[in-house]
């Protein structure tokens, strides 16, 4: 049954997920995947040469989620590697238009193995372990982030990977190689991974053969950590994430206001029980201290640094604890095991096992109860019909405007960038300094103006831009303007 239920719901997964790449991230990382094929990451920017202008000028022309290059006249990704990896070997085996869309579905479904098979190694038993990766599959967070090409379901499958390995190197030491692969992966796919230092070291043995299994099944993925970092920072700990303002936006202040954000999200789209359940763990003394220790530490070290990131607002910037939630589950299920036990003076153990399964399907029923409520709430399983039109917006006005064409563009850059070959131009990064000079030079050159823009764009673009507009069509919430611009 459990095996049915797992093919049904990876059917589900796969048959409801966005084949389309949409905004700067998903664009970002579709970009780099088809990069790493052609072996070109650094990438020629080639707005400057096509209107004569210098260096100075690149950044105006490069997509969302690419930084300045290591070279003049350079881009390179601003994308941890790890998941374009993915999408790319997705590309290689089931083509461009489905095998990279493919990735993050099939990650969901073996996480939900994982999960089960973490918690059948914590001591929980196999109903317990299943109604885990229940709670898992239900979650709204993991369900979104497991349709889309985005990188926040992969990490969690990397960092339970690591975890599942780190514990069974208790028994045999060959398992920490795997999990310094593991862990390799998941820091290659998020930077901020390296939290789960914390929680491995509670789970590895700590003696010399199976700490230095561990560093030896990591250095093939620190290689190319270092390497890759090199060749688009020039740095081999220089991210593009630190790049784009991570040190920046890194601070206690409105550390409350961030706390409450995600608890709240936790506790609608999930109920109070499972962060009640993870944070009672501490005082549950039937769980071996290392477990407890690993678990607390594992979920408490995002949910602490991700309080410090001045990034929130909607509810899917929960995804950032998302590499954690295994362990708020997992936490509350053994806190449910154990808690008849408390009154095992008064109760039989044919009535305490009884009632553990009671507890169980209370904390299974409310939590299910609360993910369902939100998965109708948000129409998740509807949501990739938002997203293939960023796919066909871009096609659409590839045909519709001529050939020596400029397309002003934010939000959409990086999506032209990916469907098309139509040199952008980024309005949020003019200024009149370097806007007239652009202007001039194209126009020496018989380069005609277009827009591509979203709604809330419009009317800041037009202010920077400037001329006259004019409506050419929309489809779905794009629409695509002609620009005719005045001589200064």
């Not at 006249?73 to 374009?84: N, R």
Request: glycine fraction near 8%; aromatic fraction near 14%.
């Amino acid at each position: 049954m459990a095996v049915i239920g797992l093919l049904i719901y990876g059917y589900v997964l796969a048959s409801r997920a966005s084949y389309a790449v949409g905004e700067s991230d998903s664009a970002g990382y579709a970009q780099l995947a088809r990069s790493i094929l052609k072996g070109e990451i650094v990438r020629q920017v080639t707005g400057p040469d096509l209107l004569g202008l210098p260096n100075d000028f690149d950044r105006i022309f490069m997509p969302l989620a690419y930084d300045p290059g290591p070279r003049p006249g350079t881009m390179s990704p601003g994308h941890p590697v790890g998941f374009p990896m993915l999408m790319a070997f997705g590309a290689l085996i089931g083509g461009w238009e489905h095998g990279p869309f493919l990735v993050t579905p099939i990650v969901g479904l073996l996480s939900l193995i994982l999960i089960y098979l973490v918690g059948l190694e914590m001591g929980l038993p196999r109903g317990f372990s299943i109604a885990g990766a229940i709670m898992l599959a239900a979650s709204p967070i993991f369900i979104y982030y497991s349709m889309q090409p985005m990188s926040d379901a992969v990490a969690m499958f990397w960092s339970l990977a690591a975890i599942l390995a780190a514990l069974l190197s208790r028994k045999r030491d060959g398992w920490a190689l795997l999990a310094g692969a593991a862990f390799g992966m998941a820091l290659l796919t998020q930077p901020s991974s390296i939290l789960l230092l914390i929680p491995l070291m509670f789970c590895l043995r700590l003696k010399f053969k199976n700490i230095l299994f561990f560093i030896l099944g990591g250095l093939p993925l620190a290689a190319i950590f270092f390497a890759y970092n090199i060749v688009t920072h020039n740095h081999p700990l220089l991210t593009g994430y630190w790049v784009n303002g991570v040190q920046a936006a890194m601070t206690t202040t409105g550390f409350t206001d961030r706390f409450n954000f995600y608890r709240y999200w936790i506790k609608v789209t999930m109920s109070p029980l499972p962060l009640l359940g993870w944070l009672v763990l501490v005082a549950d003394r039937k769980v071996e201290w290392r477990n407890r220790a690993m678990l607390i530490s594992w979920f408490g070290a995002f949910f602490l640094f991700y309080s410090c990131y001045e990034v929130q607002g909607a509810w899917w910037y929960t995804r950032y604890l998302l590499p954690a939630y295994p362990a708020m589950i997992l936490g509350a299920l053994l806190v449910a095991r154990d808690v008849v036990g408390l009154l095992g003076k008064w109760i039989s153990e044919v009535n305490q096992a009884r009632l553990r399964w009671v507890v169980l399907a209370i904390l299974l029923g409310v939590t299910l109860s609360h993910e369902n409520r939100y998965i109708k709430r948000l129409d998740l399983f509807n949501f990739a019909s938002g997203v293939i039109v960023h796919n066909t917006s871009c096609r659409w006005a590839d045909q519709t405007i001529p050939s020596k064409s400029l397309v002003v563009a934010m939000q959409m850059s990086g999506a032209l960038g990916f469907y098309t070959e139509r040199p952008i131009v980024r309005w949020d990064l003019l200024d009149p300094v370097n806007w007239p000079t652009v202007k001039k030079h194209a126009a020496e050159r018989g380069y005609r103006w277009y827009a591509l823009l979203m709604p809330f764009e419009i009317e800041e673009a037009q202010k920077k831009v400037g001329g006259r507009w004019t409506k050419l069509g929309m489809l779905d919430r794009f629409s695509l303007w002609q620009v005719e611009l005045t001589s200064d």
